[in-house]
């Protein structure tokens, strides 16, 4: 088993550096597989202010038989992981919610899931900008895996969907304004990365709290509680700044 922080930094340095998509997706398919996940999505789970929808996976590597069966049969209305984010939007794991405690419906939902080879999976939602709801789904063909693995998988949901959102969101969708000012937009790239206050002081060369205030006002005006959803949110609509090489120290 690898050190949970070094898969972390891993797949963050290795996802930042993907040229593609392929890259992007073989980075976090060794990550996770790791801790017994083979398949993995990011997917559209629930409508606006958690209105229900057909969730749509946006990008991953999933069971390809699953997810046509799963619309096909439209499982999404049993489905006891939706009724769950519906209740509480937090990360969990399949099995946090045995068999025995699942009405038939949704039974049928995680045994036809099984069939296919997902027998267990994680879930990390990550809220949208109109509090929408996308999820990061990781399946595992074992019926456990490591709990303290729990906090590493979230994380690496986390980046997975911010790394995915913002190397490769469809040029379908027009870019909506930024409320973020350069500088902003720029301590938060670094900030999604995993850099500290201080670090990105020295990058940018300029003083730790004037990063630390350029953060919380990109907070304050994306409405997020954490620097993770404002650097999601951010990323959802293309407004976050490219930085230059890590080496580089610009004047403030």
């Known amino acids: 088993m690898a050190v949970p922080l070094e898969s972390v930094w891993s797949f963050m340095q290795a996802g930042f550096a993907a040229a593609n998509m392929r890259e992007v997706q073989l ?74 405690t699942l009405t038939k419906p949704e039974q049928r939902v995680r045994l036809a899931a099984a069939e296919t080879g997902a027998v267990n999976g994680f879930v990390v939602p990550v809220e949208g900008p109109e509090r929408e709801l996308y999820v990061v789904r990781m399946t595992s063909p074992e019926k456990t895996f490591d709990p303290q693995a729990r906090q590493t998988l979230y994380t690496l949901g986390l980046l997975y969907s911010s790394i995915g959102l913002n190397k490769f969101r469809t040029d379908k969708q027009p870019l909506r304004l930024s409320p973020l000012t350069f500088r902003e937009a720029e301590c938060l790239r670094w900030a999604s990365e995993g850099k500290s206050d201080w670090d990105i002081s020295e990058i940018l060369g300029i003083s730790q709290h004037t990063v630390h ?39 403030h």
Request: glycine fraction near 6%; charged fraction near 25%.
């Open 213 to 251: 205030e350029h953060l919380e006002r990109s907070k304050a005006k994306l409405k997020a509680r954490t620097r993770t959803q404002a650097a999601v949110h951010a990323a959802v609509n293309g407004w976050l700044s490219n930085p230059p090489d890590k080496g580089t120290r610009i004047k």
């Open 27 to 100: 980075a976090f398919g060794q990550s996770v597989s790791q801790f017994g996940f083979d398949k993995f999505s990011f997917v559209h789970a629930l409508g606006p202010n958690r209105s229900y929808i057909t969730p749509e996976m946006k990008f991953g590597h999933q069971h390809d038989r699953w997810y046509r069966r799963y619309a096909e049969r439209r499982y999404y209305h049993d489905d006891p992981s939706l009724k769950r984010l519906l209740s509480s939007p937090t990360p969990f794991a399949w099995s946090d919610m045995p068999l025995s």
